[in-house]
């Protein structure tokens, strides 16, 4: 998505540019030889003043369209270099990761990992990075510590263990949690998306399996809904779309959010998982991944609602 934006800064300035540009040269042409009219032509002198006036006032509209075209052009480029320098940071952090082998070495491990720049810390917010063997602790880890919602975006949920609705249980018990995953009849109408993603991530029969998943979740979310002892409720949504990454992120709107992202890089055996953490809503890196987390939750479809 964030090739996308770029892209569209680069076109948008395309779009502005082209047709100032062509008006630009065509008044200088047309002031041009309005200018030579009115010196050279035997016209009266009545004339020559009308057409040095009219040749006046599009040379000053020339010079307005020129400045307008600069400034235009300098605020495309601040925008264009704000989502080259957030890519960046997202390339920078997708090259951070670095396992950590044995559970006796993780504290260790951890602090490895940890970023030394203070100045890359605070602007971009990467924490440390999480290896593959601890993916299911640090997800623990992170709902634990919300205090005001958690929200879940996934694939097809294939690692739902009854510890794992246990877990959600109990992190229910003290915030609202939001899921949302692939739409299993995206899947069903986009065989060859299903196939794609059955190799990416090494899923066999990933349609049936986000199938499962889905009547799980359904159920299990509204059984937990009906139940009116909960105060706190689960909102349930599936996407229709190739999906870009997978993360848990807590207390979005407040200053101690956290987030654990998860890049997908198809056809490759690992994928990196890196923690952001927000300091004041400030944070850049943290920002995108947000707003490209909440327009998959606005476009998504329904499917448990709090009632």
């Given at each position: 998505?964030?090739?996308?934006?770029?892209?569209?800064?680069?076109?948008?300035?395309?779009?502005?540019?082209?047709?100032?540009?062509?008006?630009?040269?065509?008044?200088?042409?047309?002031?041009?030889?309005?200018?030579?009219?009115?010196?050279?032509?035997?016209?009266?002198?009545?004339?020559?003043?009308?057409?040095?006036?009219?040749?006046?006032?599009?040379?000053?509209?020339?010079?307005?369209?020129?400045?307008?075209?600069?400034?235009?052009?300098?605020?495309?480029?601040?925008?264009?270099?704000?989502?080259?320098?957030?890519?960046?940071?997202?390339?920078?952090?997708?090259?951070?990761?670095?396992?950590?082998?044995?559970?006796?070495?993780?504290?260790s491990a951890k602090t490895e990992n940890t970023f030394t720049s203070s100045q890359f810390s605070q602007e971009n917010g990467v924490k440390w990075t999480v290896?593959?063997?601890?993916?299911?602790?640090?997800?623990?880890?992170?709902?634990?510590?919300?205090?005001?919602?958690?929200?879940?975006?996934?694939?097809?949920?294939?690692?739902?263990?009854?510890?794992?609705?246990?877990?959600?249980?109990?992190?229910?018990?003290?915030?609202?949690?939001?899921?949302?995953?692939?739409?299993?009849?995206?899947?069903?109408?986009?065989?060859?998306?299903?196939?794609?993603?059955?190799?990416?991530?090494?899923?066999?029969?990933?349609?049936?399996?986000?199938?499962?998943?889905?009547?799980?979740?359904?159920?299990?979310?509204?059984?937990?809904?009906?139940?009116?002892?909960?105060?706190?409720?689960?909102?349930?949504?599936?996407?229709?779309?190739?999906?870009?990454?997978?993360?848990?992120?807590?207390?979005?709107?407040?200053?101690?959010?956290?987030?654990?992202?998860?890049?997908?890089?198809?056809?490759?055996?690992?994928?990196?998982?890196?923690?952001?953490?927000?300091?004041?809503?400030?944070?850049?890196?943290?920002?995108?991944?947000?707003?490209?987390?909440?327009?998959?939750?606005?476009?998504?479809?329904?499917?448990?609602?709090?009632?």
């Amino acid at each position: 998505m964030i090739n996308e934006n770029l892209e569209k800064q680069i076109a948008k300035y395309a779009q502005i540019k082209t047709p100032i540009g062509v008006l630009v040269v065509a008044l200088f042409i047309l002031d041009s030889a309005i200018g030579v009219i009115a010196v050279f032509a035997k016209i009266s002198d009545n004339c020559r003043g009308w057409l040095l006036f009219f040749a006046l006032v599009i040379l000053l509209y020339i010079v307005y369209l020129t400045f307008k075209l600069l400034k235009t052009r300098r605020w495309q480029m601040e925008q264009i270099s704000a989502v080259i320098k957030v890519q960046d940071s997202v390339v920078i952090a997708e090259n951070v990761d670095a396992p950590r082998q044995k559970s006796n070495e993780r504290t260790s491990a951890k602090t490895e990992n940890t970023f030394t720049s203070s100045q890359f810390s605070q602007e971009n917010g990467v924490k440390w990075t999480v290896s593959p063997d601890g993916r299911t602790e640090a997800y623990e880890s992170l709902r634990q510590r919300a205090r005001h919602k958690i929200s879940i975006l996934g694939i097809a949920m294939t690692d739902l263990t009854e510890q794992v609705f246990q877990s959600l249980g109990k992190n229910a018990e003290n915030v609202n949690i939001d899921l949302l995953m692939i739409d299993p009849e995206y899947l069903k109408s986009k065989p060859d998306v299903a196939e794609e993603l059955s190799k990416a991530f090494n899923i066999g029969f990933i349609t049936g399996k986000a199938e499962d998943s889905f009547g799980r979740l359904k159920n299990f979310c509204q059984d937990w809904n009906a139940d009116h002892k909960h105060i706190h409720k689960f909102q349930f949504k599936v996407y229709q779309h190739l999906p870009a990454f997978g993360m848990v992120m807590i207390d979005d709107h407040d200053s101690g959010g956290e987030m654990i992202c998860e890049n997908y890089l198809y056809k490759m055996s690992i994928r990196p998982r890196f923690e952001l953490v927000c300091h004041a809503n400030n944070n850049r890196l943290f920002q995108v991944y947000r707003l490209e987390y909440n327009e998959a939750w606005k476009r998504a479809r329904w499917v448990v609602a709090p009632s």
